[in-house]
T-cell receptor
Framework: GDSVTQMEGPVTLSEEAFLTINCTYT??????LFWYVQYPGEGLQLLLK?????DKGSNKGFEATYRKETTSFHLEKGSVQVSDSAVYFC??????????FGSGTQLTVLP | GAGVSQSPSNKVTEKGKDVELRCDPI?????LYWYRQRLGQGLEFLIY????????KSGLPSDRFSAERTGESVSTLTIQRTQQEDSAVYLC?????????????FGPGTRLTVL
C-alpha cells in the first residue's frame, strides 16, 4: 500500500537558517504530493502541493519538487523565521481516495 | 461556508459512553473525509464519503465506529462504548471531488478525551 516516510524531528534552527525536511514515498501509479503545516493551536493547512513529476510546489518561501526517480518530495526554505515554527506533514494521494500522511516533523525556530 | 467546521471542539467522556462528532464541510464539496490523530503521531484515515455514500470504510478501527452523511453536507462520526484508546483529535476534511489532485481542506478538529 501507499506510505510516506518523513524525517523525524524535532528540528531546531536559528532564524535565517536553511531548512530541509526530507520526505520519501511509496505508491503505485502517479500520486499527488502535499505538504501540510499545523501551527500551534491551529488546524492543518495546506502549504504546497505538486501533482506530477518534476512539478515544483511553492508557498510562503517554502519549496518542494516532485522527484519520481528518487520518490521524494523534500521541503526546503532558504531562510526560516520564528513564525515558521510548526509541525510539518508530508502526504500523498494516490489510487486510494484518502491522504496518506507521514508522522510529522516538529520545527522550532529560535530568534 | 468559509471553511470546514467541527463540533464540539473538545469532548471529555467516560469510558463506555457513546459520543457523536459533527463536521460541516465547505459548501459545494462533494467529498468528505474523517481522520484521527493520536498524540505525537501522524494522521490515520478512518472513512470517506463521496456524496452521501461511503465506498471505503476500511479505516474504521472497530465496529464501535460508524459515520453517516446526509444531504451531501453535514457528517457525524459516532463512537459507541468509548475506550481510552479512542482518545485523539478527530479531524474532518472536505474537497470538491475525490480525484487525486484535489486539495483537502481540514477543520480544526475535535479533541476527544476518554477517562
Amino acid at each position: 500500500g501507499d506510505s510516506v516516510t518523513q524525517m523525524e524531528g524535532p528540528v531546531t534552527l536559528s532564524e535565517e537558517a536553511f531548512l530541509t525536511i526530507n520526505c520519501t514515498y511509496t505508491a503505485t501509479g502517479y500520486p499527488s504530493l502535499f505538504w501540510y503545516v499545523q501551527y500551534p493551536g491551529e488546524g492543518l493547512q495546506l502549504l504546497l502541493k505538486a501533482t506530477k513529476a518534476d512539478d515544483k510546489g511553492s508557498n510562503k518561501g517554502f519549496e518542494a519538487t516532485y522527484r519520481k526517480e528518487t520518490t521524494s518530495f523534500h521541503l526546503e526554505k532558504g531562510s526560516v523565521q520564528v513564525s515558521d515554527s510548526a509541525v510539518y506533514f508530508c502526504a500523498l494521494k494516490g489510487s486510494a481516495r484518502q491522504l496518506t500522511f507521514g508522522s510529522g516533523t516538529q520545527l522550532t525556530v529560535l530568534p | 461556508g468559509a471553511g470546514v467546521s467541527q463540533s464540539p471542539s473538545n469532548k471529555v467522556t467516560e469510558k463506555g459512553k457513546d459520543v457523536e462528532l459533527r463536521c460541516d464541510p465547505i459548501s459545494g464539496h462533494t467529498a468528505l473525509y474523517w481522520y484521527r490523530q493520536r498524540l505525537g503521531q501522524g494522521l490515520e484515515f478512518l472513512i470517506y464519503f463521496q456524496g452521501n455514500s461511503a465506498p471505503d470504510k476500511s479505516g474504521l478501527p472497530s465496529d464501535r465506529f460508524s459515520a453517516e452523511r446526509t444531504g451531501e453536507s453535514v457528517s457525524t462520526l459516532t463512537i459507541q462504548r468509548t475506550q481510552q484508546e479512542d482518545s485523539a483529535v478527530y479531524l474532518c476534511a472536505s474537497s470538491l471531488q475525490v480525484v487525486s489532485t484535489d486539495t483537502q481542506y481540514f477543520g480544526p478538529g475535535t479533541r476527544l478525551t476518554v477517562l
